[in-house]
């Protein structure tokens, strides 16, 4: 009953592992998964040692008998190709048919390495996770570029403020120690700082000086208020 329930022929096996290996007793590959065959053309009948390299655990015998040691740990292989893929499973020694079954899955970092080798989301079997871990690290890096480009315009923005204050700090003990009036004033004309000099010019306390405008402050029996009124309008 068991045997008869794992029973089914190539293409099935195929399509739930797309990236297996058999190799006969020989050395040679006796076939291969139909998303393999994009990375590594034209293997079938090849000896595995010309086109595969196991990388992990090290060793340097590829022969059938040393692969069989092989069986039962995780194995990391590469791929003889131009993009030195890299496929993560385990063998298993099949007794009735004296072979070796590679099942695994390539190693990728990025969307874009798997992208860059040909493959897409098809060629992976439905149970493997890799292409939703890839999508969920590229969707956290971009979150991590958008954080790092806001991290940096608001210490841009930091910096660019603190160099202000440090520069009022400095005017203001500059103008503080002046015995002349000193009048800091907004855009608008509205006065925001004064010393102490301009407060006593003035005869007014700081705090009845701040909001209002020099032209407030300014006018005499002998002011022309056409000339102030024409001030003001520029000023505004």
Known sequence: MGANF???DEHQFSNVFPFYILVNKDGSVQSIGKSLQKLNKDVINSKFSDRFKILRPDTTLQDFESLKTLCGQLVTIGILNQHKNLLR?????IENSNQLLFVGSPWFNSIEE????????????????????????????????DLK??????????????????????????????TNGVVFTDDKGNIIWVNEGFSKMIGYPEEEILGKTTIDFCRGPLTDDDLLQKIGSEIG
């Open 149 to 178: 480009h806001l991290l940096q315009t608001v210490n841009h923005q930091k910096n660019e403020l603190r160099k202000k204050e440090d520069e009022l700090i400095r005017l203001s003990q500059l103008a503080s120690v002046n």
């Open 114 to 145: 798997v992208t860059e080798s040909d493959l897409t989301l098809n060629d992976f079997s439905h149970h493997d996770p890799l292409i939703d871990l890839l999508h969920l690290l590229k969707n956290q890096e971009i979150v991590n570029d």
């Open 89 to 93: 499973g385990q063998f298993e020694y």
């Open 6 to 8: 794992l029973t089914f």
